[in-house]
Each structure stands twice: as structure tokens, then as C-alpha cells.
């Protein structure tokens, strides 16, 4: 008989760190995921949120998942952090 593994459970990190060079290379600690990765758009799950990393030539050259960090290089044009969405009830009943 065959054993089920379990899918890994995601690593939550619990700090986040986000240094950038000249607007060409960065640096971006307490990543969880890569959710979408392109030439002009980086999106990232970090233990903070949402980070949305837009430019030209965008290449990720390293991405540990064991640690949580992630290093990126290409042109920055904007770096932009998306609010977290609240649920309905919680906008209904300010």
C-alpha cells in the first residue's frame, strides 16, 4: 500500500524587508509566494500583503522559499503594496 503524503503546509514569515538598488536590482524578505512573474509585472504574497512590482526586463534571479527571500533585477518603474480586501460583513457593519 502506497503512503499519502500530505501537501507542505505554506510558511508563514513573520518579517518583511524590501531593499532596492539604483531602481535595477531588489531585494524582498518574508515572500511566501510568487503569485505571477513577467517582463513588465512581479506580483508577490509577502507575511505583510500583497507587493506589486512593475517595470521593464523584470527577472527574478533567486527565490528561496526555504527563508523567504527573493531577489530580483530589470527596471523599476513602481513598487506598490495592495490593500488588504475586507470581507463584506466587515464593510457592511462599520
Do not use: W
Not at 531593499?19 to 509585472?41: F, I, L, P, Q
Not at 517595470?55 to 523599476?76: A, C, Y
Not at 513598487?79 to 460583513?89: D, E, I, Q, R
Request: glycine share 6%; hydrophobic share 35%; with cysteine.
Amino acid at each position: 500500500m502506497k503512503e499519502i503524503k500530505e501537501p507542505a503546509v505554506e510558511q508563514k514569515f513573520t518579517s518583511h524587508r524590501f531593499d532596492m538598488t539604483d531602481r535595477k536590482k531588489a531585494t524582498v524578505t518574508g515572500v511566501n509566494k510568487v503569485e505571477s512573474s513577467n517582463a513588465t509585472e512581479l506580483i508577490l504574497l509577502t507575511c505583510l500583503g500583497k507587493l506589486e512590482i512593475r517595470g521593464t526586463d523584470l527577472k527574478i534571479s533567486r527565490f528561496d522559499v526555504s527563508d523567504g527571500s527573493l531577489t530580483m533585477t530589470g527596471n523599476i518603474d513602481s513598487v506598490k503594496y495592495a490593500a488588504p480586501k475586507t470581507s463584506l460583513v466587515k464593510r457592511i457593519f462599520k
